[in-house]
């Protein structure tokens, strides 16, 4: 009771006709685009060892404690983390391809996240057919997440996952000396928290048709002599 009653009250404050899977849906687009975001900026998707046992961590396009040319030649390591200098310094054209699509999930988990806000915003705004395209959009970004994953995983062979993780290090296959570390997991659960939008989706709100869409509609049908008369009196009017 005390669940339902909660529930009833966030949805005539939103002034949505929301159910409670659509409050739910709501919160899990917000964790969505919060976890996605985070994933993609951190640099801790794999951990792994360098020379003297110096810990490193590679992410999409930021990386910490890792090793620099100076000017007289000499190797150092930087202990602090920083973004590629640009997006062709990445190590592996499969890196880039992550970059890319786990770029393009973030925003789309961000647009949809917003979309929902809007919805919050305008009272009576959204529908079910409304629900169900946002739904699908999420779910699409999940599954360009999860291809971002793959290709991630694709090009541990390159040179910097190979220094970090050993040799042996392979498409697939980390190296004795590393693993993938919380970043990783944490885009995975983004993707599945998002392949979860449909579903959710479509259960999300009562209603067929917002009450903007209605009004609208209600107002065209007072204005238009047209929809006022039969097809038959329009007919001969014409001619």
Request: proline letters at 3%.
């Amino acid at each position: 009771m005390r669940w339902k009653w909660r529930t009833h009250l966030i949805c005539w404050e939103m002034g949505l006709p929301l159910t409670k899977i659509g409050v739910l849906w709501c919160f899990v687009s917000a964790a969505n685009a919060l976890l996605s975001c985070c994933s993609f900026y951190s640099p801790y998707w794999i951990r792994g060892e360098i020379f003297n046992h110096t810990e490193v961590y590679l992410g999409l396009i930021r990386r910490c404690n890792y090793p620099v040319m100076l000017e007289n030649q000499r190797l150092d390591i930087i202990m602090d983390c920083g973004r590629y200098a640009n997006f062709w310094a990445i190590p592996s054209p499969w890196w880039r391809l992550a970059v890319a699509l786990a770029g393009t999930s973030c925003a789309l988990a961000l647009l949809v996240f917003f979309i929902i806000v809007l919805c919050c915003a305008v009272e009576n705004s959204v529908s079910r057919i409304s629900a169900r395209l946002v739904g699908a959009s999420q779910v699409f970004g999940g599954v360009i997440q999860l291809a971002a994953l793959v290709c991630f995983a694709m090009g541990l062979n390159n040179l910097e996952a190979r220094e970090a993780c050993g040799e042996s290090a392979a498409a697939f296959q980390t190296g004795p000396k590393c693993d993938l570390f919380w970043a990783f997991y944490v885009a995975s659960l983004s993707s599945l928290l998002a392949l979860t939008g449909l579903a959710m989706a479509w259960r999300a709100c009562d209603i067929e048709y917002s009450y903007l869409y209605r009004i609208s509609t209600k107002n065209l049908l007072r204005s238009t002599p047209l929809c006022r008369m039969s097809l038959g009196a329009w007919a001969a009017e014409s001619l």
